[in-house]
């Protein structure tokens, strides 16, 4: 789990180095990188589903966006998703203190994402952890698994995640090549 900035070799992502654009992908969002990119969306509690195959710069679009936050003041936690089963099992013990702070960060970068690889006790963390989160603090969830197939890998988590996706911003990268497009 990182606290502070994320590093992309020896420097931060900067959300100025961010370019949509660029390279081999489609792009599709609800909202415009403007928007995102002056995070006033985490002082107004809402949240960022950034979703597309590997290789596309998810998680280097959501380091920008963690970064801006840090700078601007914000608290926040970037976590791999495979953490916050970790931080449940320790809960008992030191574990107590890293799950207040997922809790309570103003902004949580949740990456690497994949319903496909979730055991149900990570599903049930994992639901516990937006509950606890939705219309209170903002959370970026980083997915390379299309929501098509959520219902199928997580039951546990649905209605969790259904909320979450209720008022969300969104993102999707696609590799321009592709042909199946999904609604969010």
């Known amino acids: 789990m990182a606290r502070g900035w994320w590093q992309f070799g020896s420097k931060p992502a900067r959300v100025s180095e961010v370019d949509l654009s660029a390279g081999n992908r489609h792009v599709r969002m609800n909202t415009s990188w403007k928007v995102l990119a002056s995070c006033e969306w985490?002082?107004?509690?809402?949240?960022?589903?950034?979703?597309?195959?590997?290789?596309?710069?998810?998680?280097?679009?959501?380091?920008?966006?963690?970064?801006?936050?840090?700078?601007?003041?914000?608290?926040?936690?970037?976590?791999?998703?495979?953490?916050?089963?970790?931080?449940?099992?320790?809960?008992?013990?030191?574990?107590?203190?890293?799950?207040?702070?997922?809790?309570?960060?103003?902004?949580?970068?949740?990456?690497?994402?994949?319903?496909?690889t979730m055991t149900q006790a990570d599903q049930g963390a994992l639901s516990r952890l937006l509950e606890l989160r939705v219309q209170r603090k903002s959370t970026v969830l980083v997915s390379r698994t299309p929501i098509c197939e959520w219902q199928s890998c997580c039951p546990d988590l649905i209605s969790q995640l259904e909320r979450f996706l209720l008022e969300c911003y969104w993102v999707e990268l696609q590799s321009r090549g592709c042909t199946s497009r999904q609604k969010l």
């Open 42 to 116: 985490i002082s107004d509690a809402q949240n960022l589903l950034i979703v597309g195959p590997g290789g596309l710069g998810k998680t280097f679009v959501a380091s920008a966006l963690f970064h801006e936050a840090s700078t601007l003041g914000h608290s926040t936690v970037y976590s791999e998703i495979q953490e916050i089963s970790k931080a449940v099992a320790l809960r008992k013990s030191s574990g107590q203190q890293t799950w207040c702070k997922l809790g309570r960060a103003d902004l949580l970068v949740l990456d690497e994402f994949s319903a496909s």
